[in-house]
């Protein structure tokens, strides 16, 4: 049995021939998903705009000629439901977003518009398409009322968020929790036949962010500019990840939605073991180290606008009863970014080099 047929079975085999429709395709995560599912034998569809960034891992990846692709607004309800009406998708994976927290502040409107109703929308659309089974809302680990304090949060903890963002996401929370109960309520699974839940993620980082006011994209942005990278907040700790733990997290999870019903029709956490839970700059020092020569930081001591100093996931739940864990530490995934991205500037075929990082995950 070789490699390729071995990473197909993953996830029980189910991913095979399936119907996914990923929305946010063209963005960072969305691309390494496509990517994923096409690796698994999916058959996957994406909405989305068209890549918001110059260069993208969507282009990059030449993600397009691997995928059927819809670009449209998640907020254009005809079109969604039109598209969805033609692909009749199996499995939903929703990721379309105003993802950025301090773009948040500037839009504070398109954000609430696409991250709330964005949500609503694609919930309608899955209550009008009889083939859907399974839905799987990306929300965000800042959807959480955010304490300041050091203890982890728990699924069963309130729906808060400070800033635009992080409350759009919560937001996004409460719908996705009234839908379930009004629409897909797990007591009447047999009448409907469709299993909903969200997924809160922590910081995630990778190969193909190019984001602005994310930390690994301005530190590659300030390589390649041979400047120092600017970081803010250099003591907010949060909870890095690289970007193949949530998104597996994300696979085990709409599988399970898919095979077994209801029972997994609730929000999870999926972030990274205790000791990669980590401040700004305590990151930028161990990126600045591993990257080598040309590579340094600096304070930005203007005034910034909020963002929480402590967040932490608690994955005690995703790990007992979905059996997902973390695999790669922040220092494996430090590295396997810092391959990439030295990959990129030496003009590789990022395609290639995107998919042995993600046979090397999954060969763990
Ligand atoms: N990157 C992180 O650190 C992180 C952490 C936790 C959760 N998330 C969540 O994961 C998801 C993906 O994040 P990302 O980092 O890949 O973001 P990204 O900004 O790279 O991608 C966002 C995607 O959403 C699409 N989109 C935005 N507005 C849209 C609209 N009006 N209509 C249709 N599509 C639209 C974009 O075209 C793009 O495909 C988001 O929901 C985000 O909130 C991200």
């Not at 946010?24 to 496509?34: E, I, N, Q, V, Y």
Request: with cysteine.
């Amino acid at each position: 049995m070789d490699k390729m047929v071995t990473i197909e079975t993953l996830f029980g085999g189910i991913y095979k021939n399936r119907k996914v429709l990923v929305t946010g395709h063209t963005g960072f995560k969305g691309s390494w998903l496509c990517l994923i599912l096409k690796i698994l034998g999916a058959d996957v569809y994406g909405y989305a705009l068209n890549p918001h960034t110059n260069p993208n891992l969507f282009e990059e990846a030449q993600i397009d000629k691997l995928i059927t692709s819809f670009f449209g607004d998640i907020l254009d309800r005809e079109y969604l439901d039109k598209v969805m009406s033609e692909v009749q998708p199996e499995i939903v994976i929703h990721m379309a977003a105003q993802a950025i927290v301090r773009e948040s502040y500037k839009l504070p409107v398109e954000t609430f518009s696409v991250n709330v109703m964005g949500t609503v929308h694609i919930l309608e659309a899955c209550r009008i398409t009889p083939s859907v089974k399974a839905i799987v809302n990306v929300t965000t680990d800042k959807c959480y009322e955010n304490k300041e304090w050091h203890w982890c949060y728990r699924e069963n903890e309130p729906m808060g968020g400070y800033d635009p963002y992080s409350n759009s996401k919560g937001c996004s929370e409460l719908v996705t929790s009234c839908y379930r109960n009004s629409f897909f309520n797990s007591e009447k699974y047999t009448d409907h036949g469709v299993s909903l839940a969200s997924a809160r993620a922590g910081n995630v980082i990778g190969g193909g962010d190019w984001a602005d006011d994310r930390l690994i994209p301005d530190f590659i942005r300030a390589i390649v500019k041979g400047e120092k990278v600017k970081i803010r907040s250099p003591f907010a700790i949060r909870p890095w990840q690289h970007v193949m733990e949530p998104l597996s997290g994300y696979l085990i999870l709409a599988a399970k939605l898919y095979t077994e019903g209801s029972k997994y029709a609730e929000g999870w956490n999926f972030g990274p073991d205790n000791n990669d839970v980590q401040n700004v700059e305590w990151i930028t020092k161990k990126i600045c180290k591993l990257w080598g020569k040309g590579a340094s930081y600096s304070v930005d001591t203007n005034p910034q606008p909020h963002e929480a100093n402590y967040l932490k996931l608690d994955c005690s739940k995703a790990k007992a009863a979905l059996g997902w864990t973390p695999k790669w530490n922040i220092q494996t995934a430090l590295i396997s970014i810092i391959e990439w991205n030295k990959a990129f500037l030496n003009g590789k075929n990022m395609r290639k080099v995107t998919e042995e990082q993600i046979n090397n995950y999954f060969s763990l």
